[in-house]
């Protein structure tokens, strides 16, 4: 079985977003997931964010099986 190590550790960090969605929000301006303590979106600089759980995990997904939207990694430690 072929391993892609980038594929998999951002679907690990898609799992980690969705098994605890109120530590995140989802930026309006990128679609980024960024750490819900973070004020301004470090990607885009938006400060306008969607905390809601349901759109924090449905973002996640996306991040998981998509390579394009980018997460902080600074956020998930
Ligand atoms: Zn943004």
Redesign the pocket.
């Given at each position: 079985m072929p391993t892609f190590k980038q594929t998999s550790s951002r679907a690990e960090a898609a799992a980690k977003i969705a098994a605890n969605p109120a530590a995140f929000k989802v930026?309006?301006?990128?679609?980024?997931i960024?750490g819900s303590a973070t004020a301004i979106?470090?990607?885009?600089?938006?400060f306008r964010f969607d905390a809601t759980a349901a759109q924090v995990i449905r973002q996640a997904r996306l991040l998981g099986s998509r390579e394009q939207t980018s997460v902080t990694a600074n956020d998930l430690s």
């Open positions: 930026c309006e301006g990128c679609d980024s960024i979106c470090p990607n885009c600089h938006s």
